[in-house]
């Protein structure tokens, strides 16, 4: 039998993560101090990309191991990321309990059955975002919107005046502030 292990998070510095432990604790989970691990990081910020919860994936959990959430969106910003946290822990043999659900265990197969149906949801977002995206942009379009970058053109003017005076291109984006590959866009213009 693996290890346990206890994930909590909060969003700001004003906010700790006691009530995530005490729940924990009250549920039955007794989780050694050195195999709690909390962080304060944004929600909106992907599982894999928080420092403390990184490390926990790469460096402390092992086969068998199991690891203990509050809730559900303590593992990831959206149903994307969160299902694709989970199916990562489960593929690397780790037991996941999320204790704000009607099935904790989620490597139970009632557990397989509710990422299933969150897999569904996360593609059904996926496709709304799609959707959404090409309307607005089609609607942009119809508007007569200009899609993309706006046209540097107060650029162009900087680098042709410097050019004129006979300066070279390295030295424009000195003079400039503007990085090399910026001046050379402009250069021929």
Known sequence: MGRLFAYARVSTNEQDVDNQKLAIEKAGFN????????????GST???????????????????????????DRLGRDNIDVQQTIEMLINKSIKVICLDLPVRDLSSSEGKLMLQLFSSFAEFERS????????????????????????????????QEQKTIGLSQSKVATVLGISLPTVKRHWNK
């Not at 894999?48 to 559900?72: A, C, G, N, P, S």
């Not at 709304?128 to 089609?138: K, N, S």
């Open 128 to 159: 709304r975002i799609r959707e959404r995206t090409q309307e607005g942009l089609a609607k942009a379009k119809a508007q007569g919107k200009r899609l993309g970058r706006p046209t540097a053109s107060k650029t162009t003017k900087l680098v």
């Open 31 to 42: 989780v050694d101090a050195n195999r709690f691990i909390s962080e304060v990081v944004s």
């Open 46 to 72: 992907q599982a894999m990309q928080r420092k403390q919860f990184k490390l926990l994936v790469e460096h402390k959990l092992e086969t068998d191991d199991t690891l203990i959430v509050l809730k559900l």
